[in-house]
Every structure is written in structure tokens, then in C-alpha cells.
């Protein structure tokens, strides 16, 4: 298959003829299923695909992106065929910065751009903080239970951590070299979604994402800490589906 084949980089878990696309983002180590539920719960208002970065689940033997921009530029030639609708964009983390990278290389090849982008557990790109991933295998797995995203069993199994942690160092790598500066921008509004308790994003680092669009910018704080969205998914969704309603083909 072709590097940037939809069959390869897209899942469409439940599929409909909804009026709005919803292009979801993974976070750091994150797959697509990871937006399975999130699939159930707007369906059938909202046709939700979810991207699927290489280097994980059925892609593992892939080599997974270590720059954003690159990577941004493979997912945007992917959703060719699947921008036929109003889109949006939804992303989690090092998903949202991908989501924001979309959009730039999309507005600057005069495709398909989304109405709206859905910016979810992740400073503003002007905000640098070093990630500081750590350099032994125990550590990485210490942190990701201290994040609490990731299936307690899946850190449980040394098998299926061996093949999860190259795809999770490469993104790293790439989140914690990408600096675009502080002017970039583009001409979608935001919503910027947010956790009170979550220490690698602070409040008004979140906040900070209205300095990169020119279509104003709203910021959401719920309870939580950095994958909030797991935990108040209903409040999150009912967002979601708010924003888009007036989405009309």
C-alpha cells in the first residue's frame, strides 16, 4: 500500500452520512482505536475517522515520524477522498499539534481546511516545554502510568510494550523538536479543551492557542489531569456535538 493510501492511514469504525466529518488525532503512543468510543457516542450525528499513525497496532512494522511537519504533511495527502464533507479536526496532545499542522499545510495547498479544530491536553506551540522522556524502558513505562492513557494491561505485558515504545520515543522525538514559532497561525477557530489538574499543561499555556488563529479562539477547563478526556468523555462529546450542529453540507 501507498504511504499515503486511506486504506492505510484512515479508520471509520462506524460508519454514516452524517452532514460533518470528524478527523481524530492520537496523542503520544496513541492509536486510532483509542477513538472507538468516541466513534459509538456521536454516531450517527457526526462521522467520526480516526488516523492511524505508522509505527503501531497494524502498522507497527512501519517506521514512525519523528518530525511534525513531515508527518502533518503525510496525514493531510491521506484525508484526500475523505474532505468530500465539512470537516473538523479533534486532537488529543501530540494529536492536537498535528491536528493545528494539518490545517497550516492544508491552508497553504488550497484543500479542504476543517471549520473547526478541536484542540484538546496541549500548550499552545509558542509554549516549549522539554519533554524529557526518559531514557530507560522502565522509566518510559513509569511515566505512562503516571499519564494514565494507556490500558494498565498493555503496561502490564513486556511483549506488547516492546513493540509499542519505538513508536512512542519516535513521537517524542518529534513533539519535543518541533518549535514553529510564536506567529503561526490559521484562519479556523478554536476550541481549546483543557485539564485543571494537568501538570504538563497549565492553564494559561492552553489559553496561549489564541495567539494562532485569526478566527478566534475559546478555551474549556474541566476536571482532570492530562487525559481528562477519558474521564469526562460525556461533557467533552456534548461539546463537540454543540459546536457542529449548525454544520450543514
Avoid at 19 to 46: K, N
Avoid at 84 to 93: I, K, N, Q, T
Avoid at 121 to 144: F, N, Q
Avoid at 230 to 243: G, H, I, S, T, W
Wanted: with cysteine; aromatic share 8%; hydrophobic share 40%.
Amino acid at each position: 500500500m501507498s504511504q499515503t493510501s486511506s486504506d492505510t492511514w484512515i479508520r471509520r469504525y462506524h460508519p454514516t452520512e452524517a452532514p460533518v466529518r470528524l478527523v481524530c488525532f492520537p496523542h503520544a503512543g496513541g492509536s486510532a482505536s483509542f477513538y472507538h468510543p468516541v466513534s459509538a457516542q456521536l454516531t450517527p450525528a457526526i462521522d467520526v475517522v480516526a488516523v492511524q499513525y505508522p509505527g503501531r497496532q497494524d502498522r507497527r512494522t512501519e517506521t514512525a515520524f519523528t518530525d511534525v511537519v513531515e508527518h502533518a504533511e503525510a496525514i493531510s495527502a491521506a484525508l484526500r477522498g475523505w474532505d468530500d464533507r465539512p470537516l473538523a479536526f479533534f486532537g488529543h496532545s501530540m494529536g492536537a499539534l498535528l491536528a493545528f499542522e494539518v490545517t497550516r499545510v492544508r491552508e497553504r495547498t488550497g484543500e479542504p481546511v476543517p471549520q473547526r479544530l478541536f484542540l484538546s491536553g496541549r500548550r499552545a506551540p509558542s509554549v516549549y516545554l522539554a519533554e524529557d522522556l526518559p531514557t530507560d524502558d522502565d522509566g518510559v513505562i513509569a511515566k505512562l502510568r503516571e499519564l494514565a492513557g494507556t490500558n494498565p494491561a498493555i503496561l502490564g505485558d513486556p511483549e506488547l510494550m516492546r513493540m509499542a515504545l519505538p513508536a512512542l520515543r519516535a513521537d517524542y522525538t518529534a513533539v519535543d523538536a518541533y518549535r514553529p514559532g510564536d506567529d503561526v497561525s490559521v484562519d479556523v477557530p478554536l476550541d481549546v479543551l483543557t485539564g485543571d489538574a494537568d501538570d504538563r499543561t497549565r492553564i494559561e499555556d492552553a489559553r496561549a492557542w489564541e495567539r494562532h488563529t485569526t478566527a478566534g479562539s475559546e478555551l474549556t477547563v474541566f476536571p482532570g489531569g492530562h487525559f481528562f478526556l477519558a474521564d469526562r468523555a460525556p461533557e467533552v462529546l456534548a461539546l463537540v456535538r454543540e459546536r457542529l450542529s449548525g454544520v450543514t453540507v
